[in-house]
C-alpha cells in the first residue's frame, strides 16, 4: 500500500526504520526482529541507505525480503550522495520490479571520511528534489521527504530550510518524515511553521528510543540534534547502566509520543537501530488499535 493511502486511513500510523546489517548473520537477526515487530501491525517499515550511498544494493534486498518474508509494507530510501542519475533511475526500476511502492527521498550522508561540504556525483542529482521529480516521473511510488525541526545541518537559515520543505512538497511528496528530535516543541513550532508557509501534507515525527547513552550521544552529534537539559540529567545517571539506559528510552519515548499524539501527529516513525525490545514496549505503552 502507498504511503499516501496509508496517512490517509483514520487514526494514528506507527512505522519503524531498519538500517542494512553488514553480515549474513546481521540480516537474519533483522528479519527475526521485522518479524517480531509484525506482531505489533506497524503500517510500514523502511529501510535506510548507507553513507554515501554505499550499501545501495544490500538495501533494495533487504527492503524486498521484509515486504515477501515478513509480509509488511515497506519504504527504501533513495538518496543523491553517492550516485549517478542513472544509478538512481536503475534502483527505482529494481523497486518497481520487485513491489516497492514506496520511498523516502534525501540527499544522504557523505562516505565515512569524506569532507562536511560534500558535493553531489558529478553525473547526479544535485538536491532531493530531483529524486522526487524522477520517482514521480517514473509512476508508480508513493514519496517521503525528511524534516527538520532544528532545521536542515547545511540549510542556510531556517526560512530557507521551510521554502525548500515547500518545494519538496510541492514537486510531489506526499509526507514529511522528520529528523530525530528529543524535544516536542521543536516538532510543534516546526508544523505550524511549515503550515504557515503552505505545507498541507502529513508531518510525521520521527523518534530514537535511546537504548544506550554513548549510542544517544554519538548519533544526536552525527545528525545535529540536540539532547534537552531535562534528558540530559536522565543520561547522566543511567551513564554506566545499560539497562538502565534502555528502560530510560523506553518511558522518554513513551512520553514523547503521548504528548505528540495529543498534539495530533498523525504518526510515529521509530529509529529502531534494528532492535524491537524497545519499539515494542512503546508499541504496547501506548495502548493503540492495531493497524487493519
Not at 120 to 128: C, I, N, Q, V
Amino acid at each position: 500500500m502507498k504511503l499516501r493511502d496509508l496517512y490517509a486511513r483514520p487514526g494514528v500510523t506507527l512505522s519503524v526504520e531498519f538500517f542494512p546489517p553488514k553480515t549474513e548473520k546481521g540480516d537474519e537477526d533483522l528479519l527475526r526482529e521485522a518479524r517480531i515487530l509484525k506482531s505489533l501491525h506497524p503500517f510500514y517499515c523502511s529501510m535506510t541507505y548507507g553513507a554515501g550511498g554505499t550499501t545501495r544494493d544490500k538495501s533494495v534486498e533487504l527492503v524486498t525480503r521484509i515486504q515477501r518474508e515478513c509480509v509488511l509494507t515497506t519504504m527504501c530510501h533513495l538518496t543523491v550522495a553517492g550516485q549517478s542519475k542513472a544509478e538512481v533511475r536503475g534502483v527505482l526500476d529494481k523497486l518497481k520490479t520487485n513491489g516497492i511502492e514506496n520511498i523516502i527521498a534525501l540527499a544522504g550522508d557523505p562516505p565515512q571520511g569524506a569532507a562536511a561540504d560534500w558535493v553531489p556525483h558529478p553525473d547526479g542529482f544535485h538536491y532531493a528534489i530531483g529524486l522526487v521529480r524522477e520517482a514521480l516521473a517514473r509512476g508508480g511510488f508513493s514519496i517521503a521527504v525528511a524534516g527538520f525541526p532544528e532545521i536542515h545541518p547545511r540549510a542556510k537559515s531556517r526560512t530557507a530550510d521551510l521554502a525548500y520543505l515547500k518545494d519538496k512538497v510541492d514537486a510531489g511528496a506526499d509526507v514529511v518524515i522528520t529528523q530525530l528530535f528529543f524535544d516536542n516543541d521543536d516538532y510543534y513550532r516546526y508544523v505550524e511553521d511549515a503550515q504557515k508557509v503552505g505545507v498541507r501534507v502529513p508531518i510525521v515525527p520521527g523518534l530514537l528510543p535511546i537504548q544506550s547513552v554513548a549510542q544517544a550521544r554519538r548519533i544526536t552529534a552525527l545528525c545535529g540534534s540536540k539532547i534537552p537539559p531535562q534528558l540530559e540529567a536522565l543520561l547522566a545517571a543511567a551513564a554506566d547502566d545499560n539497562e538502565q539506559a534502555v528502560q530510560l528510552g523506553i518511558d522518554y519515548t513513551t512520553q514523547q509520543c503521548e504528548g505528540l499524539l495529543r498534539f495530533g501527529a498523525p504518526g510515529i516513525h521509530f529509529y529502531s537501530l534494528n532492535k524491537s525490545r524497545s519499539v515494542k514496549a512503546v508499541f504496547e505503552n501506548l495502548s493503540l488499535p492495531a493497524a487493519q
